[in-house]
C-alpha cells in the first residue's frame, strides 16, 4: 500500500497532481523517532518551486472536483476510511514510532478518524440550501426569492500539528473535499510520515489527481510562502498559539479557521464527587503526556476540599503506566523532543524555586518527564499560566467559585474548561461566566464527539470545527436571485 510513496532509501515522496514525486532539490529532512532516535524516513524539504506547482495543481483540479456528484464523494470518502481501517496495523506502528504516542492510542485515533470520515460524508449529504422570499422585508415587493446553495471556497490549506497527525489532518481533508474544495496538506514535520501515509489512503480511495496535494518541508522554512501564496483560499490550521497568530498577521483576505493551544482548567467545588473528579483530572491530564490541547492543565479548587482532592489524584496517579511505548502501552511516554522536555522541566522548576509544593514526580529522564502534580501553585508562576504540553498539572488553590472564574478567565487562552459540583446551578452559574468554547460538566476537558462544536475562543482559536461546523466554514452561501415580473 505504502511502497510507492519512497524510494529504496526511505526518501519519502510527495503526492502532486496524482503522483508521487521525490525532492527536486535533493534536500531532505530526517525524521527520527522520539523513542530510540531511529531513522523513520526523510521528507523532501520542499522549494517555492516544488509548493508553486503543488498549489497550482490544486487550483485547476479543483475545477472539475466541484462538479462531481456529492454520491461520487460520499463513496471516495466511505473508501478512504474501508482502506484506513485495513491498515491500522502498519499506520499505527508508524504513528507510535513518529510521535511516541502508546499502541493503543494510535490505534484509537485511526478508527476515530474512520468513523469522523463516515460521518463526515454523512453530513455533507445532509447539507442543503434554503429559498428566501423577499416580502417579509420592510418595503420589498413579493416578486424577489432568494435562492440560497452553498459552494466551495477554493483551495483549502491545511496544516496539522504533530500530536495526532492522522486524526487533525483528516478532519481537514474530509470535510474540504465534500464542499468540493481541492487540499494542499502540511503536515507537521514530526508526523509527516504519518500525513503522507494518510493522503496515499485518500488517492487509493479515488481522489481524483490533484485534487489533495502534500507539502513537506520546516514550517519554519516554507510556512511563510505556503500560507501567503495567492493560490491559498482558505487555511485551516492546528497548532501553537504563536504560529497561529504569525499565520493571521501576515495573510491577507483569506478565511482562517484556527484551533490553537490551550490552558483548560478544571474547577473543583466543595460539592464535587471527588472521585469521579480525580479520576477524570488524572486522565484528563496526563494521558498522551499531557501532550493534547484539551489537557486538564490547571486545577482551580476550592480550599476547604483540596486535600482530599489531592489524596483521591495521588490513588489515581499511582495506576499510571509510565514508560517507553515500545515496551508498554504507557499512559506517560517520552515527549515528541528534547526541546519540549527541556521547557517542561523548567516550568516544574520555576514553580519549585518560587515557592510550590511538590506532590508528585518532578523526575526526569531524558525526554520522559514522570506525572507531576505541584500543590499551591500562585499566580506569580508561569505554570500557572503557560501551557506545558506536557505532565504537569498545577493545583490553584482557591476560597469560592467566583475567585476560580476570575483566575480561569485571566488566562490569554479560551479552548475549554471543565466543572465539578453536584449543585446544577453552580455549574451553569460557572459555565454561562467562562471565556472558553466549551464547558464540560462534570467530565474532563476533551475534544469528541467530533461532530460536537469544538472551537477556542481569546488566544485558543478562531472559527469552529466539529463535522457539521467545518463543513460551513469551508464552504460559502451563494445566492441566486429570481425577479418575477408581475404585473
Ligand atoms: P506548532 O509548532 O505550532 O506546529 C503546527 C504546524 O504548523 C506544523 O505543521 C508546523 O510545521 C507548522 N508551522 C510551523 N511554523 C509555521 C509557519 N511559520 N507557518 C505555517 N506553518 C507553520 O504546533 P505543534 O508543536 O505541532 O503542536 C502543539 C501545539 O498545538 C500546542 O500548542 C497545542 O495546544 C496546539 N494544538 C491545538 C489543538 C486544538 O485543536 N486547539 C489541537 C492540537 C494541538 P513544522 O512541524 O514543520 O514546524
Ligand atoms: O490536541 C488536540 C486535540 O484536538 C484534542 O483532542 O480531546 O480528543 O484528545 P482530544
Redesign the pocket.
Known amino acids: 500500500m505504502f511502497e510507492h510513496i519512497k524510494d529504496e532509501n526511505n526518501n519519502f515522496k510527495n503526492l502532486i497532481n496524482g503522483e508521487w514525486i521525490s525532492s527536486a532539490s535533493g534536500k531532505f ?1 530526517d525524521i527520527n523517532s522520539p523513542l530510540d532516535n531511529s531513522l523513520l524516513g526523510r521528507v523532501p524539504a520542499m522549494t517555492q518551486e516544488e509548493v508553486n506547482i503543488a498549489i497550482e495543481t490544486a487550483k485547476e483540479a479543483q475545477k472539475k472536483w466541484r462538479n462531481i456528484t456529492l454520491n461520487e464523494k460520499v463513496e471516495i470518502l466511505y473508501k478512504s476510511a474501508d482502506i484506513l481501517l485495513e491498515n491500522i496495523d502498519e499506520l499505527s506502528e508508524l504513528m507510535m514510532m513518529e510521535i511516541a504516542k502508546d499502541r493503543k492510542s494510535c490505534r484509537s485515533e485511526v478508527s476515530r478518524t474512520a468513523d469522523l470520515i463516515r460521518f463526515t460524508a454523512d453530513s455533507a449529504k445532509n447539507l442543503s440550501g434554503e429559498s428566501i422570499p423577499g416580502d417579509s422585508f420592510p418595503g420589498a415587493k413579493n416578486n424577489k426569492v432568494s435562492i440560497v446553495r452553498r459552494e466551495p471556497l477554493g483551495v483549502v490549506l491545511a ?6 497527525p492522522i486524526n ?1 489532518s483528516a478532519s481537514k481533508i474530509a470535510p474540504a473535499l465534500m464542499v468540493g474544495n481541492s487540499v494542499v496538506l ?7 510520515l504519518s500525513g503522507l501515509c494518510l493522503a496515499r489512503i485518500f488517492e487509493e480511495a479515488g481522489v481524483p489527481k490533484g485534487v489533495l496535494n502534500t507539502v ?9 510562502y ?2 501567503t501564496h495567492k493560490g491559498i483560499n482558505f487555511i485551516n ?8 497568530a ?2 493571521s498577521k501576515i495573510t491577507s483576505m483569506v478565511p482562517l479557521l ?5 490552558k483548560d482548567a478544571a474547577i473543583v467545588l466543595e460539592d464535587a464527587d471527588l472521585e469521579l473528579t480525580a479520576s477524570n483530572i488524572v486522565a484528563g491530564g496526563y494521558s498522551y503526556s499531557g ?5 486538564v492543565k490547571r486545577i482551580l479548587v476550592v480550599d476547604k476540599v483540596a486535600d482530599k482532592l489531592i489524596e483521591k489524584i495521588k490513588e489515581n496517579m499511582a495506576k499510571l503506566t509510565v514508560g517507553n511505548p515500545l515496551e508498554k502501552d504507557a499512559d506517560v511516554v517520552p515527549l ?1 523532543s528534547t526541546k ?1 522536555a527541556d521547557f517542561v522541566y523548567g516550568l516544574i522548576e520555576e514553580a519549585k524555586e518560587k515557592g510550590a509544593d511538590l506532590v508528585v514526580g518532578g523526575k526526569r529522564e531524558g525526554n520522559l518527564i514522570y506525572p507531576t502534580l505541584i500543590d499551591n501553585v500562585t499566580t506569580d508562576m508561569r505554570l500557572a499560566w503557560e ?1 506545558p ?1 506536557g505532565p504537569v498539572i498545577p493545583i490553584i488553590r482557591v476560597k469560592d467559585k467566583d475567585e476560580a472564574i476570575e483566575i480561569a478567565n485571566k488566562s490569554e487562552y479560551g ?1 475549554q474548561g471543565a466543572v465539578f459540583t453536584q449543585n446544577i446551578n453552580d455549574a451553569f452559574y460557572i459555565a454561562d461566566k467562562l471565556e472558553v468554547g466549551t464547558v464540560q460538566i462534570n467530565n474532563k476537558t476533551e ?1 469528541g464527539p467530533d461532530n460536537f462544536p ?1 472551537l ?1 475562543v481569546k488566544s ?2 478562531m472559527g469552529t ?1 466539529g463535522i457539521k461546523y467545518s463543513l460551513e466554514s469551508m464552504s460559502r452561501p451563494k445566492a441566486t436571485i429570481i425577479n418575477l415580473s408581475i404585473k
Open positions: 529532512i496544516i496539522s500539528p504533530f500530536n495526532y487533525l502540511k503536515p507537521a514535520t514530526q508526523g509527516s513537506t518541508g520546516r514550517g519554519s522554512e516554507i510556512g511563510d505556503v500560507t490550521f492546528t497548532g501553537s498559539t504563536g504560529i497561529g504569525r499565520i484556527m484551533e490553537l493551544g490551550g501532550q493534547r490541547c484539551t489537557a515528541i519540549a501551557e504540553f479552548l475534544r469544538f477556542g485558543s482559536g470545527q
